[in-house]
């Protein structure tokens, strides 16, 4: 991945902040799809964008960040070519990547630290997909 996608909420801003900056001194071309302050926010409004652009192919991944994780996965998952990941460690991040091709990552900023977010951050925008006998698996998860 390199044109990575980032977007989320109020509870994720201070997050998503960190992780731009961390992604950019690494190479990464990043869009901040928002939102731009701690206010309250609807996460919709800015993980929908995010996978449009993802399944447009105008980007290679993307990283949502929200309170619990589980909103703005829940949100990306309503597109038809988005594999969103809700992860808590690295193992879980990295097994997102190698066995079902996840192509955005869901952080909890609310339940982890920063140093781990940005470690599951790095480890999932490094990780490959493993293909092979995943890619059966990973083609039968579209209802299309």
């Not at 097994?95 to 951050?121: K, S, W």
């Amino acid at each position: 991945m390199k044109k990575v996608g980032i977007g989320g909420d109020h509870a994720g801003f201070e997050y998503k902040e960190k992780v731009i900056a961390f992604l950019k001194d690494q190479g990464f071309e990043v869009t901040d799809f928002g939102p731009s302050t701690t206010d309250s926010v609807d996460y919709p409004d800015y993980i929908h964008p995010m996978a449009d652009a993802i399944e447009k192919g105008e980007l290679d991944g993307g990283i949502a960040i929200c309170g619990s994780g589980n909103g703005v996965c829940m949100t990306a998952n309503k597109h038809q070519d988005i594999r969103a990941a809700l992860v808590w460690n690295t193992e879980l991040a990295a097994l997102a990547r190698q066995h079902n091709n996840a192509n955005v990552v869901c952080i909890p900023a609310r339940f982890v630290d920063y140093d781990l977010a940005e470690n599951m951050v790095n480890t999932f925008i490094t990780t490959a997909f493993e293909g092979g006998r995943h890619e059966r698996r990973v083609n039968k998860i579209s209802c299309q």
